[in-house]
Every structure is written in C-alpha cells, then in structure tokens.
C-alpha cells in the first residue's frame, strides 16, 4: 500500500459519501489531531480534494511484520496522522472471507470513516483456514493487538482507545480478540519481532480495548451449522478435512463431531459474554442468510443481561453486506454516535 493507492481509495469512499444524499463525512478531528487548514472549506471541495488533504494528513507504514509463525510471517499496515499534537484513537482492522479467503488489502476502504476524523488505523492479515485451522486466526489476532500496544508510542496510539472492527468473520475475530482474556486459553507466544517491535519491560499486559464495531459478524458458531450456506465455512475452518455438503455433520463420527462443537463452543463470543467487556455495536441485516439475525439478537440479549453497553443496527431487509448507501450512512453514523457515548469519539455534529 502506497500513498497514491490511499489517494485512490479516498477518492472513492469520499465521492460515494458525497453523492448520497447530499450528506458529507464528518470531519471533527479527534483528540490529539490538529485542525486542517483546509478543514472549513470541507463541504466547498470536491472529492479528489480532500483525498489530497487526508494523503498530505497521513504515513503509510505498510507490510510491518507483527508476529511469525513457523515460516510465515504476518503483516499489518499502520495508517499514522503526522499533524496530530498527541496519541490518537487507533482502530485495528479485520477482513472478512470466512476465514478461508480475502487479504487485508481488500478491506482498506474500512479504515477511511476513521482516518477522516483523524483516527490512527491498523489493518491486518491473518493465517487463513487452508494455512492453519483454528483456532490460528483468533491467535493472530490477538498478537496483532499486543503489536499494536508495544508500538503505541512509535506511532502514535492512544491505548485507552483501541477500536476493533471488521465484516463477517472479521468481525468475529474482532469480537474473539477484544473479549478473550489470556486466562481463556486462547492466547500464544507473540514474541516481538524487531525491529518494529521491543518487549514491555515486566512483561506483556493484558491487551485493552475500548469498543467493537461488528459488522455482520457470528457471534454463535455452532449456530453456523444450521445454515446451507454458511455451514461449509464453518467446517472448513473449525474441522479440517470434513465434507462441506449439506451433511456435513454426518459425515464425522459422533466423537469427531463432539470435539468440533466444544472447539466452536470455545471460538463463539457468546461464550465469553460477561461484565467488563467492551462496548458492543452490531450492524446486521435481518434477512441475513449466512449468519441469522436471531443468533446476533442472542447476543445482545446476553451482552444486555451483562450489564455490557451494547447496541445492534437492525438493517432491514439486508443481507450479509451489501447495502445500500442510505443504509451504510445511517450504519456509520450509529457507530460514532455509539462511540461517543462510550466516550472513545467526540459527539457528531448534526
């Protein structure tokens, strides 16, 4: 990632925030981030214009290596304010794919509604199913997150304000790395890697995060089972060489089977839900055909009981993504608005 590839991804998402319904992004900057200059002519410049201040307003960290495994090392991209006058909100991206597929590339555009405001942003890959079956991926993860603690004074992180989000099982893993704690059993070795990386003198501390903004991600995967469509990719990352037919289930032997359920059991932020953990925002459609819309609405109902501040983004007859732009305005505003409340963003200007 250059910075003429983040031109071209401003561009982008500007222009189609631009053209929907004549709403233009929010461009409050966050704590720590000095006003632009060109700030109060926003709503006056095109697109290509104020992809132009947001490039001049950023560095572009790209391919860190954040832990290696075995033979493979794993990267993320850092997006750092270089205005910015103290630490700053930092989101830590996570793709999608069904933990089979997609690279973090793809995602990128999901980091420019923060960098907007000024917000640091981390986007990483992650050992995918075909690599390491799970639970790799929710490992990788939550290494990624202590990288992104040890490195918070290079670049510039606000540690009381780390953000997790991604889309589908992004935002699983999102759920996974923010809720776990290193007592569950989940966490291994992230030995820092130099020279981006130096050990916290006395030891790593347990990873904080702020919020999670889940986008369509399960919360319940043995829910997954029960769904044609999604049921091979739960398979094909929680149980390596099953079948991935509709009976799938059938095909193992009853212990097989079992151990698949306890390992999705482990792996399903439903079972992690308690007092204490961050705040929670949803955006799920209700007609959702590869994670059901009762499984999210078992969650919240849980993270409710809790005593978790949380709010699910019921996106009326939308399916698994895709929707429309009036629907991914009122998304994004719900998840700052969200944010505020929790005290990691400032209120929104109306």
Request: glycine share 10%; aromatic share 6%; with cysteine.
């Amino acid at each position: 990632m250059n910075r003429w590839l983040l031109v071209l991804l401003t561009v982008h998402l500007l222009a189609m925030v631009a053209g929907a319904q004549g709403i233009a992004p929010q461009t409050s900057p966050a704590p720590g981030a000095r006003p632009s200059r060109a700030r109060g002519a926003a709503k006056q410049v095109s697109p290509a214009a104020r992809a132009a201040v947001l490039m001049s307003r950023y560095r572009v960290f790209p391919n860190l290596t954040y832990v290696t495994t075995g033979n493979q090392e794993l990267k993320l991209d850092v997006y750092a304010p270089s205005d910015a006058s103290g630490p700053v909100p930092v989101v830590m991206l996570i793709h999608g794919g069904g933990w089979a597929a997609g690279e973090k590339e793809s995602a990128a555009l999901g980091l420019l509604p923060y960098m907007e405001r000024g917000w640091a942003g981390v986007n990483l890959e992650y050992r995918l199913a075909r690599v390491a079956p799970a639970p790799a991926a929710v490992e990788d993860c939550r290494c990624a997150l202590r990288w992104l603690a040890r490195n918070a004074r290079k670049y510039g992180f606000d540690t009381s304000r780390i953000i997790l989000t991604g889309a589908s099982a992004g935002g699983h893993l999102a759920l996974m790395a923010a809720m776990l704690r290193s007592s569950d059993g989940l966490d291994r070795p992230c030995a820092p890697t130099a020279p981006d990386a130096k050990s916290v003198e006395g030891g790593e501390p347990e990873p904080s995060v702020a919020a999670v903004a889940n986008w369509f991600g399960p919360s319940d995967l043995n829910a997954l089972f029960e769904s044609d469509q999604a049921r091979g990719y739960a398979i094909g990352w929680l149980g390596a060489g099953q079948s991935t037919g509709k009976d799938a289930g059938k095909d193992a032997s009853d212990g097989a089977s079992k151990d698949r359920g306890e390992l999705a059991r482990r792996l399903s932020p439903l079972s992690y839900v308690r007092a204490g953990v961050p705040p929670i925002i949803t955006i799920h459609g209700d007609a959702d055909p590869l994670v059901s819309h009762e499984q999210i609405t078992r969650f919240h109902a849980a993270l409710k009981k809790a005593g978790v501040p949380n709010r699910l983004v019921t996106i009326h007859g939308g399916s698994h993504g895709g929707f429309n732009a009036e629907q991914d305005l009122a998304a994004w505003g719900a998840i700052f608005d969200f944010l505020a409340a929790a005290k990691v963003a400032e209120a929104r200007r109306k």
